[in-house]
Each structure stands twice: as structure tokens, then as C-alpha cells.
């Protein structure tokens, strides 16, 4: 719960420093139709910006031991239908949990 409340108050600010603190180290970010953004400093880069509503919703998790995954839904606000669909892995680093990868996808159909 605490990094989706976390993630949805660096994007909503545009706040690249703090979205790429929510990573491990080595962590991945996969968004559609671009190649695959690695490490925090390429992330906060890739995350600065003017930041837009977000809310976050998870509807599936499971974690053994420091691994975890999360599967959610993405909406400009709560109770909005979801734009988009996400997984995220995380990895317990220092009893702290963080994301290791960040995979996202809308919910618009594919282009022909």
C-alpha cells in the first residue's frame, strides 16, 4: 500500500527524484512502444515532468520471502474507471519494499 500511495504522489507532482527513490538500484521501468528504462538515475529522468493525477488500485498480490509481485489498475482519480493495467515486481531491500520492475499498458485497443 505504501508505495502505490507513494508512487501516486510522485507522479501526481512530476517529482522524478522521488518515483526513482521507490526503486531498487537496478530496477526497470517497461512502458509501451519504448525500449525498457534501467537504474535510478535514468528513471528520474525519464519520470520528471510536470506530474498529472494518478490513482493506483492493486487486485491481485502474493510475496514469498523479500520477493513480491503486485497487479493493479491505473485512473486519473479514484473510482474512475481504469486507463491502464500495471505489474509490478518488488524486492525487500533493507526491510524495506521496493520496485524492482514497473510494467504498464492501456486499456485502449491496438492500433490496425
Known sequence: E????????GWTK??????????????YVMQPNLPP????????????????????RSFAYAMDGNVAYLLGGFAP???DPDRGKFT???????????????MDSPNHPRQQ
Open 2 to 9: 505504501r508505495v502505490l500511495r507513494d508512487y501516486e504522489q
Open 14 to 27: 512530476g517529482d522524478g527524484k522521488a518515483l526513482s527513490l521507490l526503486f531498487t538500484t537496478d530496477g
Open 77 to 79: 482519480s479514484a473510482g
Open 88 to 102: 509490478l515486481t518488488l524486492r525487500k531491500v533493507d526491510g524495506k519494499w521496493l520496485i524492482a520492475s514497473d
Open 37 to 56: 528504462i534501467k537504474g535510478r538515475e535514468a528513471i528520474e529522468k525519464a519520470y520528471q515532468g510536470e506530474g498529472a493525477p494518478l490513482a493506483l
